[in-house]
């Protein structure tokens, strides 16, 4: 009898491994019961069914606390990897099943907010298929194909992915009438009003916008700053009067249009802000993707005529 065909390797159960992976995740037990939706007990036998099963310790219970030993560790980083791929590659399957009916696309949440979310109803109506938006979402989204597409700040092409620049426009510095008429509007970084601030965002793809007029030295900058995670808080802070935003008009368009916010003089001039429609390589672009790409571009123009 021949044996070219080596035989079948038994694994121990699937929430076996499951279990001892979240323990070496979260570097201990009460986080990754909480995690698993599992009592301490239940936990702590799983772990015991793979001692048990290997003959060798996993966690070293020492010290009042359990944590994985060397080999345990080296055991459940390689699950964790292992983990990961599967839900990857899981995502992409299940992406690929939805792709006659839908398209994801990830985006800032300031861009979605503003622009995207009031009109996504139109389009999908127009295009015949659902456009879903996932936000906030960065370059790690759509390489774990959590979206089919990404609008992004950064150049695509640096983080290895294909895109096409959608537009670009120069950051002006923006306020509420109220704020303003405390401050002249012509120079309030050389003569700082009492009480005024800057916002500064501090998420990707922004935290250097005024580091760009004032420098990376935040304690030199003419005027106190106040940190902000988003634009959308930045926008609402200005909105309140309590702060001078760095933003792209097209992003508030119809704030400026109303009155709720006013363009200030700039120091020179601003940082540009460019927006990218950006896909895996090897997804290439595709009809749904051009029907995105070319509603994008519409929307984009109408509100720069705006």
């Known amino acids: 009898m ?22 070496v995740r979260y570097d201990g037990m009460r986080r990754a019961a909480e995690r698993m939706h599992l009592s301490h007990a239940a936990l702590s036998q799983h772990v015991q069914h793979l001692e048990e099963a290997f003959g060798l310790r996993l966690l070293d219970r020492s010290g009042g606390r359990a944590r994985p030993t060397p080999l345990g560790r080296e055991y459940g ?33 300031s861009l979605s907010v503003s622009l995207l979310l009031p009109r996504i109803d139109e389009f999908s109506a127009q295009a015949g298929f659902d456009l879903q938006l996932f936000c906030p979402a960065s370059a790690p989204d759509l390489a774990q ?3 089919h597409a990404l609008l992004m700040h950064g150049d695509p092409r640096a983080q290895g992915l294909q895109g096409e620049l959608l537009f670009e426009q120069a950051l002006v510095p923006v306020a509420s009438p109220e704020l303003i008429a405390r401050m002249d509007s012509q120079r309030w970084w050389q003569e700082p ?29 003419p005027l106190p700053q106040l940190s902000l995670s988003s634009p959308m808080p930045a926008i609402s802070a200005a909105l309140a009067g309590q702060g ?62 705006g």
């Open 193 to 221: 009003a009492p009480g005024v601030r800057v916002l500064h965002v501090v998420s990707e793809g922004w935290r250097q916008d005024w580091p760009a007029w004032f420098g990376d030295d935040l304690a030199a900058w």
């Open 77 to 109: 980083e390689a699950l964790i990897a292992g983990f990961e791929q599967i839900e990857a590659a899981t995502a992409r399957l299940r992406l690929r099943g939805d792709e006659s009916r839908r398209l994801v696309l990830g985006a800032p949440t």
């Open 2 to 23: 021949t044996t070219d065909d080596p035989s079948p390797r038994r694994l121990p159960p699937l929430r076996a491994l499951q279990a001892f992976a979240a323990v």
């Open 244 to 305: 001078i935003a760095l933003l792209y008009p097209r992003l508030i368009a119809e704030r400026l249009a109303s009155g709720e916010l006013q363009v200030l003089a700039s120091p020179q001039p601003g940082p540009v802000k460019r927006l990218y429609l950006a896909w895996l390589p090897e997804a290439g672009g595709g009809a749904r993707l051009g029907w995105v790409r070319d509603w994008l571009l519409g929307l984009l123009r109408g509100e720069a005529a």
């Open 145 to 147: 194909a959590r979206v």
